[in-house]
């Protein structure tokens, strides 16, 4: 395995570059789906070495993971093994398995109690409260359901109101909080893919901010619906689940909603910045497969060659 099995490790910095430069320079459905299919391999790779340093690494201590049958000592022998590395691996993988595992549950208990708390209400696609609080959100299941306050709406004229049902009724078809739990679970796996997860937040508001202006086809009354929204907003009163992320910075976004739509291309390209950028993170993503499929199976044959039968 070599040193092959560290690179998973440090392999999501190649991905930092196109995390910032997609958020400008990719349609914002594209650059969604590409920096979170980047999160999740890279994740699962850093992970899978972590795992992989622990049972290599601690093939030689005493209360190894290792089954009863590899305990002979020419069979440790020919497990290759760094002690230091193993050892230090086995707290941050249970960090990272308690992160992700807290971060699920979270996810799945303020979905459920928002649910919940929508239970007594008639089962239509969209739920006005009366509540002094202003506030929206998409809450996803079943056929999905649109939340907004009166106090809200009172502040729109109606092609804004229609301009924010339509932003909302956008994360629930493009399934945006499935995005966003995946980069979620991603950076608590990997610190170094927290810039995809703030990225990923935003261009996840951008894609439906694109939706929102071809349903109601005007870029600028978006923009006036997100522009007001934003001023008298103070959140939505579920800002732990993960498709309310963070709105992004809202002057950003309503600049890009004033400007010409995004050119919609499955992929940048090659010769530009943001091009080099996504073919530098597909290659590091690459890589880290690579390195981690390697060190798995190098880990098995060898197991398997010096377990006796």
Request: hydrophobic share 55%; glycine share 6%.
């Amino acid at each position: 395995m070599g040193v092959f099995v560290f690179l998973p490790l440090v392999l999501p910095l190649s991905a930092w570059p196109v995390a910032r430069l997609a958020e400008h320079r990719l349609h914002p459905r594209t650059a969604t789906w590409l920096l979170s299919a980047v999160a999740a391999v890279l994740a699962l790779c850093s992970t899978l070495c972590l795992a992989l340093l622990v049972v290599v690494g601690t093939a030689q201590l005493p209360g190894n993971p290792l089954p009863d049958g590899w305990s002979d000592p020419e069979v440790r022998e020919a497990v290759p093994y760094d002690e230091v590395a193993g050892t230090a691996a086995i707290p941050l993988l249970a960090a990272v398995l308690a992160a992700c595992s807290g971060a699920a549950w979270r996810h799945h208990r303020v979905r459920r109690d928002a649910g919940r708390a929508l239970a007594g209400l008639r089962p239509t696609t969209v739920a006005v409260l009366p509540d002094d609080v202003p506030y929206a959100y998409a809450l996803p299941g079943g056929r999905g359901r649109v939340v907004a306050s009166t106090s809200l709406l009172a502040c729109l004229e109606p092609a804004e109101r229609r301009a924010l049902f339509a932003h909302e009724r956008a994360h629930l078809a493009g399934l945006h909080h499935r995005f966003l739990l995946t980069v979620q679970l991603a950076a608590r796996a990997n610190p170094f893919l927290r810039p995809l997860r703030t990225a990923v937040a935003y261009t996840a508001e951008r894609w439906a901010d694109e939706d929102a202006a071809s349903a109601v086809g005007s870029r600028r009354v978006v923009a006036r619906a997100i522009g007001k929204a934003a001023l008298i907003s103070r959140g939505s009163p579920a800002a732990t689940l993960a498709h309310f992320a963070a709105p992004g910075p809202v002057p950003r976004r309503v600049a890009a909603l004033l400007g010409p739509a995004p050119a919609a291309r499955v992929w940048p390209p090659a010769f530009t910045a943001v091009g080099l950028a996504a073919w530098g993170a597909a290659a590091g993503t690459t890589v880290s497969a690579l390195s981690s499929a390697n060190a798995a199976v190098t880990l098995f044959f060898v197991l398997k060659a010096a377990t006796p039968l």
